[in-house]
């Protein structure tokens, strides 16, 4: 399975920005889509993710500013960011939790795109 991601580079405090990201390859079931992030110095900390079409998990510092959303169909995954700040500023990955005809899982990461807030 392969991840790829789009979208991400630089924005002013309060913009916004769109990531995306598709998986493609020998998929069999994807059960949970999302991102996560990783600022210089930092953990890599789950931002958002969404399992199946519609139930979706936000960390506390994106609840109410970030948007998660899926097409089934596509295998894709788009995180809308809006009123971004400068501690928004990181790495973002996409991930993707998978499970073969024998129900084993693995989970496969994106390359990683940058998201720069500043001023």
């Given at each position: 399975v392969?991840?790829?991601?789009s979208g991400g580079g630089w924005v002013q405090p309060g913009g916004s920005l769109r990531l995306s990201c598709t998986a493609s390859g020998n998929i069999f079931s994807i059960g949970l889509?999302?991102?996560y992030r990783q600022a210089p110095g930092a953990q890599r900390e789950m931002v958002a993710e969404v399992v199946g079409g519609a139930s979706t998990d936000y960390a506390d510092a994106v609840r109410g500013r970030f948007t998660i959303s899926r097409d089934l169909d596509k295998n894709s995954v788009t995180l809308e960011m809006n009123s971004l700040k400068p501690e928004d500023t990181a790495i973002y990955y996409c991930y993707v939790r998978h499970y073969s005809a024998t129900f084993t899982e693995t989970k496969y990461w994106g390359r990683g795109t940058l998201v720069t807030v500043s001023s």
């Open positions: 392969q991840l790829q991601a889509m999302g991102w």
